[in-house]
């Protein structure tokens, strides 16, 4: 059976599960950009209500994001919205503001589905994608060694397919399990189950990949063999279920 060597660490494994956003693709440059234009949209509806910018609401709170002097995306809370939400939620939390500013619910919901729309046209015509340093040549390794790879997201599964295809990832993958394909989230050990089971893989024998406590908690609740946490900047606060953690891909390498 191949083995994960992550530091001084070595675990045989036959399949690895990847989370998608800041685990496959750097989340900033992906889901920044479509908070910008989100929170763009949002800030317009609210000032056509007269409760825009200046008025108190603090629109940088509302999806964990941090922004810089001109009010753009720079960062993000990885324990937050953006980071962990699924679509449902956060269409509940932009509706919420304008609930709020006094618009009926069933009408915050339209317009917010109507900004997210058109944020999601305007990231499909970007093609805004950027793999994460090193997920390339770790997929490789992957592959050579013949384990069994799948992806477990709350993103929905039409947003994800898009997505690896532009990275030019979707080869890797025979079990995509999304949101809309289960009947519960993360962190439920649903979709670690469901992509085991797919891949005839056993939890034993199977690795999880994330950059989220819930991609950990996910892992622990399925009963796989390890939960590896990824942390760009090294933080591991908010990985407190992780069983170990990385800054990135060139700490793990595959033997045969």
């Not at 990847?18 to 693709?25: E, P």
């Not at 919205?81 to 503001?97: D, K, N, V, Y």
């Not at 729309?117 to 040549?137: F, N, Y």
Request: aromatic residues 4%; contains cysteine; hydrophobic residues 45%.
């Amino acid at each position: 059976m191949p083995e994960l060597h992550i530091n001084e660490l070595s675990v045989p494994c036959r399949g690895i599960l990847f989370d998608k956003d800041g685990t496959l693709l750097d989340l900033l440059a992906t889901w920044g950009s479509w908070a910008d234009l989100i929170l763009e949209g949002l800030g317009s509806q609210l000032a056509l209500i007269g409760n825009g910018p200046g008025s108190g609401t603090d629109l940088a709170a509302v999806l964990g994001t941090v922004h810089d002097a001109s009010g753009k995306v720079t960062g993000y809370d990885p324990a937050g919205p953006l980071s962990m939400a699924t679509a449902e939620e956060t269409t509940g939390i932009l509706a919420w503001q304008l609930y709020a500013a006094g618009v009926p619910w069933n009408e915050a919901v339209t317009v917010v589905n109507a900004v997210s729309k058109e944020a999601m046209k305007e990231l499909c015509r970007r093609r805004t994608a950027v793999a994460m340093p090193g997920l390339h040549a770790f997929l490789e390794q992957c592959a050579a060694a013949s384990l069994k790879l799948g992806v477990v997201t709350s993103d929905n599964a039409a947003t994800t397919r898009e997505q690896l295809e532009w990275l030019g990832l979707s080869g890797y993958f025979h079990s995509v399990v999304t949101r809309d394909r289960v009947k519960h989230g993360k962190p439920s050990p649903e979709m670690a189950e469901t992509a085991c089971r797919e891949l005839g893989l056993l939890p034993g024998e199977t690795v999880i990949i994330g950059d989220s406590n819930a991609d950990m908690q996910l892992g622990k609740g399925a009963g796989l063999r390890l939960a590896v946490g990824l942390s760009p900047d090294g933080a591991a606060a908010h990985l407190l279920d992780a069983d170990i953690v990385v800054s990135g891909y060139a700490q793990l390498r595959l033997t045969i």
